[in-house]
């Protein structure tokens, strides 16, 4: 168990409101990645992040930022919330160069 | 650009019976990893199997297999003996090794396990 934790695990919320979805770590691994799945496209990255501060832009940046200013935290926001981006948000930590990326328990956001 | 992509949105297969669920990728890079990970109703993202490129030999993981073909860039996953339990999307991945380290997901194959 690699310790990581989303919150919500549920959001409804409403178009042009901001969004924050939370992913928390209890061990100090320096890679950390959000993803979005919708059908048909699978798991496409948003933004990942290699350390404190350190972050940059996946395959489906537009509409979202994030943040990292602990090594445990990583904080993925939509700004102003777009039906197009309901979906289910996944966060995972990568622990070494080798090793399979472990997932949080996901995230389904769902914009009216 | 690396891209992994998975040819089959749904497969079938009886249960007791063999399925292969196809994979390919594409990179220039010549040692990395690939990834199999099943996704049952829970959302739960759960780890298969895992090949290493620099080894020659197919992975294997009790009713789980890959047959690992570096040349043609393909990774298939093999699962013998299919069980009701297996029935779930199955996601391949490769990550990328080095810089980044990203983790690269191919579009998934939902199977049907028929009892």
């Known amino acids: 168990d690699a310790g990581i934790t989303q919150s919500p695990r549920h959001k409804v919320t409403e178009t042009g409101t901001p969004v924050t979805l939370r992913c928390h770590q209890t061990e100090n691994h320096r890679y950390m990645y959000w993803y979005r799945q919708d059908p048909g496209h699978g798991l496409r990255l948003i933004h990942y992040s290699y350390g404190v501060k350190d972050t940059d832009k996946g395959e489906v940046s537009d509409g979202y930022s994030v943040s990292r200013s602990k090594t445990e935290d990583f904080l993925l926001t939509l700004e102003s919330a777009t039906s197009s981006q309901t979906s289910v948000y996944f966060c995972?930590?990568?622990?070494?160069?080798?090793?399979?990326?472990?997932f949080g328990q996901g995230t389904r956001l769902t914009v009216v | 650009a690396q891209t992994v992509t998975q040819s089959q949105p749904e497969m079938s297969v009886q249960e007791a019976e063999t399925v292969t669920l196809s994979c390919t990728y594409d990179?220039?890079?010549?040692?990395?990893?690939l990834f199999w990970y099943k996704q049952p109703p829970s959302r739960q993202m759960i780890l298969v199997i895992r090949q290493e490129a620099y080894k020659q030999q197919n992975a294997t993981e009790n009713r789980f297999s890959v047959n690992f073909q570096k040349a043609a860039k393909s990774f298939s996953l093999k699962i013998s003996d299919s069980q009701l339990g297996d029935a779930a999307m199955y996601f391949c991945a490769y990550r990328i090794p080095s810089g980044t380290y990203k983790y690269i997901f191919g579009t998934g194959t939902r199977l049907k396990v028929l009892a």
């Open positions: 990179t220039s890079e010549s040692d990395y990893y």
């Open positions: 995972a930590i990568g622990t070494g160069p080798g090793t399979e990326a472990f």
